[in-house]
């Protein structure tokens, strides 16, 4: 079936980076977006930004043009979110979502990301 | 980009309905017919509930609706059950490949 399913969980300090990895399965990965979502404790959703496997090209959110990186492996059929310079901000849950058209339809589990010296 | 703007509550006793409203811009809700909604029960991924403003997701029940005027859009639950107590979220295409999500509401039956 089609899904998305990411790494484990992360404990980082502060300053560090974090790569986080969403594999796909059970669709044609290179006709289908891929965005990245996170919700920090007590907040709401946070669009991150989306990469196109097609192309690796991307779009990211204002708030994180300097912080994140999202690339592609076309033969593992996998997506990359990297998040640089970390802090107690970035302690979140962040998932990987699938776009059929505008719709993010398929998410994956989700990737908890601590932040603590 | 600004979150859309959603109640942070809103709650019903079973049977009843409930309205949630996601306000944006003429940027956003108000420039795209790609409104969506996302049901999320705690620690666990968001749900597709409602996409394309008004169109449920086979599996979704039909007591979910939705629709949008102007700049805001509505999600209608009707006949609250129990396994609705959920947040709820709104998201909208915002122009160039962007997204925008609304600040989410919190569910409760009563």
């Known amino acids: 079936q089609v899904q998305l399913v990411q790494s484990g969980a992360e404990v980082k300090k502060p300053g560090a980076s974090v790569k986080v990895s969403c594999k796909a399965s059970g669709y044609s990965f290179v006709s289908y977006y891929v965005h990245w979502v996170r919700q920090a404790p007590g907040q709401g959703l946070e669009w991150m930004g989306v990469i196109i496997p097609g192309d690796s090209s991307t779009t990211y959110a204002q708030n994180f043009q300097d912080k994140v990186t999202m690339t592609r492996d076309t033969s593992t059929r996998t997506v990359y979110m990297e998040l640089s310079s970390l802090s107690s901000e970035d302690t979140a849950v962040y998932y990987c979502a699938r776009t059929r058209g505008s719709t993010m339809d398929v998410w994956g589990q989700g990737t908890t990301v601590t932040v603590s010296s | 980009q600004s979150a859309l703007t959603q109640p942070p509550s809103a709650s019903g006793s079973p049977g009843q309905s409930v309205t949630i409203s996601c306000t944006g811009t003429?940027?956003?809700?108000?420039?795209?017919?790609?409104v969506s909604w996302y049901q999320r029960h705690p620690g666990k991924a968001p749900k597709l509930m409602i996409y394309?403003?008004?169109k449920r997701p086979s599996g979704v029940p039909d007591r979910f609706s939705a629709s949008k005027s102007g700049n805001t859009a509505s999600l209608t639950v009707s006949g609250l059950q129990a396994e609705d107590e959920a947040d709820y979220y709104c998201s909208s295409h915002a122009g160039s490949d962007t997204y925008v999500f609304g600040t989410g509401t919190q569910v409760t039956v009563l």
């Open positions: 394309e403003v008004n």
């Open positions: 003429s940027s956003d809700v108000g420039a795209y017919d790609s």
